[in-house]
């Protein structure tokens, strides 16, 4: 059965709404097991435990991942990314979004096959946007590289 990892860093809520919706999307399919967690209740060595890994964080300060608990993550987990299929989320309150074109092309360096274009959503997610969510999660769960 594959595995896959939803990690997620949220600090005012709408990264973890992202989470939940794309978690759904995920569960739709009945054929993988899927482990959520928000970063810190998960060692990122454990990352090679999983087939395809989900990755959730929003921008800050200047369009950059939150540097004190998700960019250590991140860092310490590059060397367990190398070819696996990753998808990126995060929201964002300012700027345009280019954190995650950076982090996307980071991923890329890193090794890692890129899922799509990382799902971006300004402030809260809410309507529309929960069931594109929805969606990412399920077209994830079938990704095959």
């Known amino acids: 059965m594959e595995k896959i990892l939803l990690v997620y860093f949220s600090g ?5 709404t992202m989470a939940d919706a794309i978690f759904e999307g995920l569960t739709k399919n009945h054929e993988i097991r899927v482990d959520r967690f928000q970063v810190g ?19 800050s300060g200047i369009e950059s991942l939150e540097p004190e608990v998700f960019e ?3 860092v310490a987990s590059i ?5 696996k299929p990753i998808a990126l989320f995060g929201s ?16 890329k360096q890193d090794g890692a096959i ?10 809260s997610p809410e309507g ?16 095959t590289p």
């Open 92 to 107: 964002y309150g300012l700027g345009v979004g280019r954190w995650m074109k950076k982090w996307e092309n980071r991923v």
């Open 128 to 143: 529309e946007i929960i069931d594109d969510l929805i969606a990412f999660g399920h077209r994830f769960s079938k990704f």
């Open 41 to 59: 209740m998960i060692r990122p060595d454990r990352l090679q435990d999983y087939d395809k890994v989900l990755l959730g964080c929003p921008a």
């Open 72 to 74: 250590p993550f991140y």
């Open 114 to 123: 890129l899922f799509e274009e990382g799902f971006i959503c300004l402030q």
């Open 12 to 16: 005012g809520g709408n990264t973890k």
């Open 79 to 83: 060397p367990y990314l190398k070819n």
